[in-house]
């Protein structure tokens, strides 16, 4: 079933429309990915009234050069031993769809599709 987890994005989203979270190889959420690809992220700010929901796929990529490249300092806190910690892993965020909701006077989303480079319309 659908459940989330909070997790910490230390990068900004890439300019092909991409997130990266580190975590660790074994945890339960790469065993649920690896079975359903599609996730749902979501960030909020309340105070200023912003809301944020992507929907995207999900991949686990052990690639030691593209987690050297994403490495941030503090993710020290989750990761004492850094990009050499056993089972680090990233995962690859691919987003497909935003909605996003700026103030509490407006209960519909404004949505933004992503659609691959080489599709045809």
């Given at each position: 079933?659908?459940?989330?987890?909070?997790?910490?994005?230390?990068?900004?989203?890439?300019?092909?429309?991409?997130?990266?979270?580190?975590?660790?190889?074994n945890?339960?959420?790469?065993?649920?990915?690896?079975?359903?690809?599609?996730?749902?992220?979501?960030?909020?700010?309340?105070?200023?009234?912003?809301y944020?929901?992507?929907?995207?796929?999900?991949?686990?990529?052990?690639?030691?050069?593209?987690?050297?490249?994403?490495?941030?300092?503090?993710?020290?806190?989750?990761?004492?031993?850094?990009?050499?910690?056993?089972?680090?892993?990233?995962?690859?965020?691919?987003?497909?769809?935003?909605?996003?909701w700026?103030?509490?006077?407006?209960?519909?989303?404004?949505?933004?599709?992503?659609?691959?480079?080489?599709?045809?319309?």
């Amino acid at each position: 079933s659908l459940h989330s987890r909070p997790m910490s994005i230390w990068n900004e989203i890439d300019h092909n429309g991409t997130l990266w979270f580190f975590t660790l190889a074994n945890s339960h959420k790469v065993v649920e990915i690896e079975h359903h690809q599609q996730v749902n992220v979501s960030f909020s700010a309340p105070n200023q009234q912003r809301y944020v929901s992507i929907l995207g796929s999900a991949q686990l990529i052990r690639d030691g050069d593209k987690l050297e490249e994403k490495w941030q300092p503090g993710l020290e806190i989750w990761f004492p031993q850094g990009i050499d910690e056993p089972d680090i892993a990233l995962l690859k965020v691919k987003v497909n769809k935003v909605d996003y909701w700026e103030s509490s006077s407006s209960f519909s989303p404004q949505t933004i599709s992503f659609l691959p480079l080489n599709s045809h319309l």
